[in-house]
């Protein structure tokens, strides 16, 4: 592979070491009455990024998209962790895959799917047939926006986190989660109005 992530030093990428580090999924808080702004036109590299450019643009939203789809930060941080395992291990093919960050969060989020699917397989072997809902457990779910998340399906969830709380365009998820701008649309509405629902 001969690249290494160690090449460059954070005050050759521009970060300022005294500056403080953003904590947690929420970052910096914004004082009230102040204005915020919104999503900055980024310059456009001369040339593809290099891995390090890549990890250091793209983690902290990947880790945030996977800590509201999986609500568990372990989760979240090992899933973001394999998905660069596996681009680095693609990186000398790099011209192959047509968007870098569109193929982190696929294989992502086919990282959550499998996790989902090896735990409902486990869950049957172990666990009896489950009985009745009990409706008053749905009280709680109001008090917290990351259980109302996990009350909808994984890929209507998805489609709401990339889309409502991370403002990617409906051809943007579509992209990242390998499916049609209309069923990204399709799946942000019906989760929309299950949440409604709760």
Do not use: C
Request: proline share 5%; net charge positive.
């Amino acid at each position: 592979m001969g690249r290494t992530l160690h090449g460059t030093g954070r005050k050759e990428l521009g970060l300022d070491l005294n500056e403080p580090r953003l904590e947690g999924i929420h970052g910096r808080v914004q004082a009230e009455g102040k204005v915020v702004e919104l999503g900055r036109e980024r310059e456009v590299p001369a040339g593809p990024p290099s891995f390090e450019e890549l990890f250091l643009d793209v983690h902290d939203r990947l880790y945030r998209a996977l800590y509201f789809i999986t609500g568990s930060s372990a989760d979240a941080e090992e899933l973001m962790q394999d998905a660069f395992l596996k681009l680095w291990e693609r990186w000398d093919r790099l011209d192959t895959i047509e968007d870098p960050i569109a193929y982190l969060f696929r294989v992502a989020l086919n990282g959550v799917r499998m996790r989902a699917r090896r735990a409902r397989m486990a869950a049957r072997k172990v666990l009896p047939a489950a009985g009745a809902r009990d409706p008053f457990d749905d009280v709680h779910v109001r008090d917290d926006v990351r259980r109302m998340l996990r009350s909808i399906s994984p890929r209507q969830r998805t489609a709401i986190v990339l889309i409502e709380i991370f403002g990617y365009s409906s051809e943007q998820a579509a992209r990242i989660m390998g499916i049609k701008p209309t069923t990204v649309r399709v799946l942000a509405s019906q989760g929309r109005a299950a949440l409604r629902k709760t």
